[in-house]
């Protein structure tokens, strides 16, 4: 079959996947108030639903998938989601974004279910800052499962920090001498304006062409871009093990590399994190025989996905936080 593909010739051979809404944390960006389910709320799709949905997608030529959330570690069959997922023909890259707080305990766990690469979301180096942004004073336990994570041959380890003016966009130099001797991969994003962060986007979006700046005055070199390459800028700098990719969301062009769709915990498919709609695949992972009709419906709506996001224009779509769209 014909990889998917839309009308402006992009191909997703990436599928995010989140298991699950809830999360542990309360990031001030995200979700300063904690997660709150809604009174009714669907529960999040089950093992058999996920299989049927992951192979719908592999058929499409889906080989790259990522577990997230919420946080995918508060669900109890976390393993059992990877184990499934590892398992589904095609798959051949499977990664997780998480905060980390059961890394140092479930590692091993994780990969011996398949779990082939991890990002895990770090904001701050400083411990009290760390606390002050997620409400959790966790970020020691999270460093030392970081530290096992690299010393266990996962292919990719990288770690996410949101940028804050403010809160943590002085922390370059601290950064930088963690990246000396760490072999990872640091991901910078630039704050995303969602329906509920306004107030704090306002107060805290900082532009990353400004932290790039910074970078090319200490020497760092821009790579050149990979065909496949996601949407990060990568940089490096001959005297320190670790990387910087930058994820500007705001800056020209950002979309026209897009080669990812999202599904949400309950089967909604999202052809962009900030899309206008969802398109409810759930009632098409009852059952085995229903391949056929999920991967007619699939290759049906990917020709509404839009050129690119309007975020520009402050339309952030149905999104309230990325928590609950996958991240
Ligand atoms: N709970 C997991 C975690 O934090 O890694 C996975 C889900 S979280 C929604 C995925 C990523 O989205 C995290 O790296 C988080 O920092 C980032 N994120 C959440 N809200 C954001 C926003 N408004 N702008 C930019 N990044 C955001
Ligand atoms: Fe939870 Fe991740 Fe959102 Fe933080 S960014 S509140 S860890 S879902």
């Known amino acids: 079959m014909a990889p998917l593909a839309d009308r402006f010739g992009r191909r997703f051979p990436y599928l995010r996947l989140s298991i699950i809404p809830a999360c542990n944390f309360r990031c001030t960006y995200c979700l300063p108030h904690g997660y709150h389910a809604a009174a009714g709320a669907a529960a999040p799709l089950s093992l058999a639903e996920i299989t049927r949905l992951l192979r719908g997608f592999a058929v499409m030529g889906m080989h790259k998938l990522r577990i997230t959330g919420g946080e995918p570690s508060v669900r109890h069959d ?62 020691d336990d999270i460093l030392t499962g970081i530290d096992m994570a690299l010393a266990a041959g996962l292919t990719a380890v990288k770690l996410n920090a949101v940028l804050l003016r403010g809160v943590n966009d ?22 995303m304006q969602t329906g509920d962060n306004l107030a704090f986007f306002r107060d805290h979006h900082v532009r990353a062409e400004t932290l790039e700046t910074e970078l090319l005055d200490a020497g760092w070199q821009v790579l050149p871009r990979a065909a496949d390459a996601g949407p990060a800028r990568e940089y490096r700098h001959p005297d320190y093990a670790g990387r910087i990719g930058i994820i500007a969301p ?29 398109i409810p695949l759930r009632p098409l992972l009852q059952d085995d025989d229903q391949l056929d009709d999920l991967v007619r419906a699939i290759g049906g709506q990917i020709g509404r996905k839009e050129q690119g996001h309007f975020l520009h224009e402050g339309r952030t779509g149905i ?4 928590a609950s769209t996958g991240g």
Do not use: Q
Request: with cysteine.
């Open 78 to 139: 976390l393993t059992e989601v990877l184990r499934t997922a590892a398992s589904v023909p095609g798959v051949d890259k499977l990664a997780m974004t998480t905060n980390g707080t059961l890394l140092s305990r479930r590692l091993g766990e994780w990969m011996d279910a398949g779990l082939t690469a991890i990002n895990v979301s770090v904001d701050s180096l400083d411990r009290a800052a760390f606390a002050r942004i997620t409400g959790h004073d966790r970020l």
């Open 170 to 191: 002085h922390e370059l130099p601290t950064w930088l001498d963690y990246l000396r001797d760490h072999a990872i991969s640091l991901r910078f994003i630039e704050l």
């Open 250 to 278: 705001y800056s020209k062009d950002f979309c026209a590399g897009c080669n990812r769709l999202r599904v949400t915990a309950t089967g909604d498919l999202r052809l962009c994190l900030f899309g206008e709609f969802g």
């Open 319 to 322: 999104t309230p936080h990325l």
